[in-house]
C-alpha cells in the first residue's frame, strides 16, 4: 500500500502538458480540503493519514470531491495538492504549478493558505457547499506570540525537519478574513487539532462558518481515524460533525472531548455570556474571579511540575465556570443559549496530553454536570503567570468587544 502511494504522490513532480486540475468531471456537490500542515514534529503523522485518506477515499461517489493540501517535512517534495477517490490519488499539483512562489512555502503562512484554498474552489467549484479540515497543531484563539509554543494553528518551520522550534502561524482571526473572501459557503471545519473548540474562535467564525467539530482539549498526534470517516465529511453538514465527532470518540477509547458549535446561535450565547459576567462581577470581592476547582484544559507554562495552579491555565470550561459563579437562575438562562450553539457534545475524564509529567491530563473532577465541552478565556491578575499578556490579547478577538468590553475587565 505504501509503495502504491510512493508511486501516486510522485506524479505531482512531473506533469503532461494539459493541467492536471482541469479534466472533465461530473458535477461536484460538496469539495471537503484537508489543509495538511505537517511541517513540523507531526510530519510522520501525515504519512499514516495518507494511507487512512487514500482508503477511506474508496467509499466516495463521484459527486463527492476529496481534496488534500500536504506540506510536510520532505527534503525533495515540494508541498502540492490533489484529489483523492475510489483509492486513488487521481489528481495532483505541486505548489508551484498552483502558481505559488515557492519561497512562500509556509503552509501556515496567511498568503499560501488563501491561495491554496481559493485555488481548490476555483478548480473543483462544488454547487453545494465546502468543508475544511484543520491538520495540524493550534492552540486555540491564543495569537502567535502570547506565550511560547502557542499558535492559533498550523505551525510550519519550513526547513523540512520535524524539530525546528521558529516557523509561521495563522491566528484565528486572520483565518476567518480569508474564509469571507474566497467565494465559497464554507459548512464546516473539523478541527484536527488541539483546544479548537473555544467560543472565541466560533464567535470569530460565526458569520463565516456554518459548523466547528473538534476538541476542546489536546487531541493524540496521530489525528482523525480517517479511513473510518471520509463518507460522513459528505453528510449533510450537522450530521456530519456529530458523525465524525462520535467516531473520533470512540477511536480514541473515550479519553477524548469533543464537540459541535452551530456558528449562527453565537450571537446569543454571547449576549447571555455578557449578561452572565456582569452579575460575576457585581458579586465577586476581588478584581479577578476565582478559578480554583474549575474545569480547565491547558496550562500555559509547560513546564509546571507540582500539579494545578490557577495561573497557569487560560482554557476553562465556558458552562463550568459561568455555573460556578452564578446564581441558578442567571445559569439556567446562559445554559439555553448553550444548548441552541453547543449541539452536541462527549465528555471525557482524562485525555493524553504533551506537558511532561504524565501520559494523561487527569488531575480534575468532571462530570456530566460540570463539563460542557466548550472553553473560554477568563482575565486573571496581571501580576500572576501570564495573564498581562493573555489579559491584552483576548482584546485583539471580536469576543472581546461581545462579552468584555465596558465591564470592570476592561477598564
Same mark, same amino acid.
Given at each position: 500500500?505504501?509503495?502504491?502511494?510512493?508511486?501516486?504522490?510522485?506524479?505531482? =513532480?512531473?506533469?503532461?502538458?494539459?493541467?492536471?486540475?482541469?479534466?472533465?468531471?461530473?458535477?461536484?456537490?460538496?469539495?471537503?480540503?484537508?489543509?495538511?500542515?505537517?511541517?513540523?514534529?507531526?510530519?510522520?503523522?501525515?504519512?499514516?493519514?495518507?494511507?487512512?485518506?487514500?482508503?477511506?477515499?474508496?467509499?466516495?461517489?463521484?459527486?463527492?470531491?476529496?481534496?488534500?493540501?500536504? @506540506?510536510?517535512? +520532505?527534503?525533495?517534495?515540494?508541498?502540492?495538492?490533489?484529489?483523492?477517490?475510489?483509492?486513488?490519488?487521481?489528481?495532483?499539483?505541486?505548489?508551484?504549478?498552483?502558481?505559488?512562489?515557492?519561497?512562500?512555502?509556509?503552509?501556515?503562512?496567511?498568503?499560501?493558505?488563501?491561495?491554496?484554498?481559493?485555488?481548490?474552489?476555483? =478548480?473543483?467549484?462544488?454547487?453545494?457547499?465546502?468543508?475544511?479540515?484543520?491538520?495540524? =497543531?493550534s492552540t486555540g484563539w491564543l495569537l502567535e506570540d502570547s506565550i511560547p509554543r502557542t499558535r492559533g494553528y498550523g505551525f510550519d518551520n519550513g526547513h523540512n525537519d520535524r524539530t525546528t522550534p521558529t516557523g509561521y502561524y495563522l491566528n484565528i482571526?486572520?483565518?476567518?478574513?480569508?474564509?469571507?473572501?474566497?467565494?465559497?459557503?464554507?459548512?464546516?471545519?473539523?478541527?484536527?487539532?488541539?483546544?479548537?473548540?473555544?467560543?472565541?474562535?466560533?464567535?470569530?467564525?460565526?458569520?463565516?462558518?456554518?459548523?466547528?467539530?473538534?476538541?476542546?482539549?489536546?487531541?493524540?498526534?496521530?489525528?482523525?481515524?480517517?479511513?473510518?470517516?471520509?463518507?460522513?465529511?459528505?453528510?449533510?453538514?450537522?450530521?456530519?460533525?456529530?458523525?465524525?465527532?462520535?467516531?473520533?470518540?470512540?477511536?480514541?477509547?473515550?479519553?477524548?472531548?469533543?464537540?459541535?458549535?452551530?456558528?449562527?446561535?453565537?450571537?446569543?450565547?454571547?449576549?447571555?455570556?455578557?449578561?452572565?459576567?456582569?452579575?460575576?462581577?457585581?458579586?465577586?470581592?476581588?478584581?479577578?474571579?476565582?478559578?480554583?476547582?474549575?474545569?480547565?484544559?491547558?496550562?500555559? @507554562?509547560?513546564?509546571?511540575?507540582?500539579?494545578?495552579?490557577?495561573?497557569?491555565?487560560?482554557?476553562?470550561?465556558?458552562?463550568?465556570?459561568?455555573? +460556578?459563579?452564578?446564581?441558578?437562575?442567571?445559569?439556567?438562562?446562559?445554559?439555553?443559549?448553550?444548548?441552541?450553539?453547543?449541539? =452536541?457534545?462527549?465528555?471525557?475524564?482524562?485525555?493524553?496530553?504533551?506537558?511532561?509529567?504524565?501520559?494523561?491530563?487527569?488531575?480534575?473532577?468532571?462530570?456530566?454536570?460540570?463539563?460542557?465541552?466548550?472553553?473560554?478565556?477568563?482575565?486573571?491578575?496581571?501580576?500572576?503567570?501570564?495573564?498581562?499578556?493573555?489579559?491584552?490579547?483576548?482584546?485583539?478577538?471580536?469576543?472581546?468587544?461581545?462579552?468584555?468590553?465596558?465591564?470592570?475587565?476592561?477598564?
Amino acid at each position: 500500500m505504501i509503495l502504491m502511494l510512493t508511486a501516486a504522490l510522485a506524479a505531482c =513532480h512531473s506533469y503532461d502538458d494539459h493541467d492536471p486540475m482541469q479534466i472533465d468531471r461530473p458535477v461536484i456537490d460538496r469539495t471537503v480540503i484537508i489543509y495538511m500542515a505537517a511541517e513540523n514534529d507531526l510530519s510522520v503523522h501525515g504519512w499514516n493519514n495518507l494511507n487512512d485518506i487514500r482508503e477511506g477515499s474508496k467509499k466516495l461517489s463521484a459527486n463527492q470531491c476529496l481534496l488534500v493540501y500536504v @506540506d510536510r517535512s +520532505h527534503e525533495t517534495e515540494l508541498p502540492w495538492l490533489g484529489r483523492f477517490q475510489g483509492g486513488q490519488l487521481t489528481d495532483s499539483v505541486s505548489i508551484s504549478d498552483m502558481g505559488i512562489s515557492q519561497h512562500d512555502e509556509y503552509a501556515s503562512d496567511s498568503r499560501v493558505f488563501e491561495d491554496v484554498l481559493r485555488y481548490a474552489v476555483n =478548480h473543483f467549484h462544488a454547487s453545494q457547499d465546502y468543508g475544511l479540515v484543520l491538520w495540524g =497543531h493550534s492552540t486555540g484563539w491564543l495569537l502567535e506570540d502570547s506565550i511560547p509554543r502557542t499558535r492559533g494553528y498550523g505551525f510550519d518551520n519550513g526547513h523540512n525537519d520535524r524539530t525546528t522550534p521558529t516557523g509561521y502561524y495563522l491566528n484565528i482571526p486572520t483565518m476567518n478574513q480569508i474564509l469571507k473572501r474566497i467565494p465559497a459557503h464554507w459548512s464546516y471545519i473539523f478541527a484536527d487539532c488541539c483546544l479548537f473548540a473555544c467560543l472565541e474562535s466560533a464567535y470569530e467564525m460565526r458569520n463565516t462558518v456554518d459548523y466547528i467539530v473538534g476538541s476542546v482539549a489536546e487531541i493524540p498526534g496521530q489525528g482523525a481515524p480517517y479511513s473510518k470517516i471520509i463518507p460522513d465529511m459528505f453528510l449533510p453538514a450537522e450530521m456530519a460533525c456529530k458523525t465524525i465527532a462520535d467516531k473520533y470518540y470512540a477511536n480514541c477509547s473515550e479519553a477524548q472531548p469533543f464537540a459541535v458549535i452551530k456558528n449562527c446561535e453565537m450571537d446569543q450565547l454571547a449576549s447571555a455570556t455578557r449578561t452572565a459576567l456582569q452579575v460575576i462581577s457585581d458579586n465577586i470581592d476581588d478584581a479577578y474571579p476565582d478559578m480554583n476547582g474549575i474545569i480547565h484544559y491547558l496550562y500555559t @507554562d509547560f513546564h509546571i511540575m507540582w500539579g494545578y495552579r490557577p495561573e497557569y491555565s487560560m482554557f476553562y470550561d465556558a458552562g463550568d465556570f459561568i455555573k +460556578h459563579h452564578t446564581p441558578q437562575e442567571v445559569y439556567a438562562s446562559w445554559q439555553q443559549a448553550y444548548d441552541r450553539a453547543v449541539i =452536541h457534545k462527549l465528555m471525557a475524564t482524562r485525555w493524553r496530553t504533551a506537558i511532561p509529567w504524565g501520559g494523561f491530563y487527569d488531575n480534575f473532577k468532571i462530570t456530566e454536570e460540570s463539563y460542557h465541552g466548550v472553553s473560554m478565556f477568563v482575565p486573571q491578575d496581571p501580576r500572576r503567570g501570564r495573564y498581562a499578556k493573555l489579559n491584552e490579547d483576548i482584546k485583539r478577538l471580536t469576543w472581546w468587544n461581545a462579552v468584555y468590553e465596558g465591564s470592570k475587565w476592561d477598564e
